[in-house]
């Protein structure tokens, strides 16, 4: 019996775990995009021809395009990441192509920078790094009111979105002390369907389902953005949501950067509406220039998209989405799976 290989094309360099899964099949042939930097459109384009499997990241566009280059023996495409806005599910639905993320793996290290945010944005983290960084800390005598901010203590925290991380980033804040959290899903005003620590089931803290949009806006202390990008939620938080908001509110998004209308939160923030954000995501990243209207509000915090930055996670969702490539390619059971 001739020995048979499967092509499968990987977007960037992997973790050392990850790769010698995949190079442990001998019967792949793995195509490889050796860099730490996104993969050129035209290498993947060319590349996928003949392909039985992608393992692709965020920056990597899965859409019709690119199906269509990998021809009709393509079974699987892996992704490395949470999200999924960056593939088109009905395009892979249409040629019965499986497709793997990995939703768990990076829960507790989103769930851990969402409080990191929280604090940044009350407590004015990173206006006061700014004062120092500028030596202007000898010209700032103490007096009461210098430099504070809400407290997380007796707040109310609105999820917008209420999934595996926002239950997570609740579970680590009732120890903080906050008084109430309210959540609003896509189906407004009806309970979670899925209780993942038992928060619902055993409130520590009253949690309760928000019946609107504005109803979450303008009782909440902290809103955190943790909800999927979809046509319907682009811009969900803009310039109405923010006019709702309490003047000491922080806004944390966590997510996606359009769910947030940018332009609406700089304004927000210049009319000192809101309090101010912590933000890991936002609309056009990474383009982000220094001269960018957002790094001008002190009361913003900006990170460059580290949710998931921790070593372990990223041991985990390499090897997750090595083990859903391999899983796709033998007809196995993924780690992770969408239903398309």
Known sequence: MPHTTSKVVVTRNLIDE????????????IVQWKSDQPCDRSWLLENVKGASGILLMLSDKCDDELLQA?????????SFSVGTDHVDREALKKRNIRLG????????AVADLSVMLILMAQRRGGEAMGKVAMGEWSSMPWHPLLMVGPQIRGATVGFLGFGRIAQATLKRLIPFGISRALYLTSRAGQPAKDDHYGLLKEPSVPTEPAK?????????????????LSPSTKHLVNADF??????LAVLVNIARGPVVDTNALVEALEKEEIFGAGLDVIENEPNIPADHPILKQPRCV???????????????MATESARNLLAGLRGEAMVNEVEL
């Not at 990850?18 to 042939?29: F, K, P, T």
């Not at 900006?302 to 985990?316: C, E, K, N, Q, Y």
Request: charged share 25%.
């Open 18 to 29: 990850a790769q010698q899964l995949l190079e442990a099949d001998n019967s792949l042939e």
């Open 70 to 78: 990998a021809g009709e023996q393509l079974k699987v495409v892996a």
């Open 101 to 108: 993320y990995t939703p768990t793996c990076l829960t507790d």
């Open 212 to 228: 609107s949009w504005e109803e979450l806006a303008s009782e909440s202390d902290v809103v955190i953005v943790g909800c999927s």
């Open 242 to 247: 923010f006019a709702k908001m309490k003047k």
């Open 302 to 316: 900006l990170l460059p998209h580290i949710g998931s930055a921790t070593i372990d996670t990223r041991v985990d």
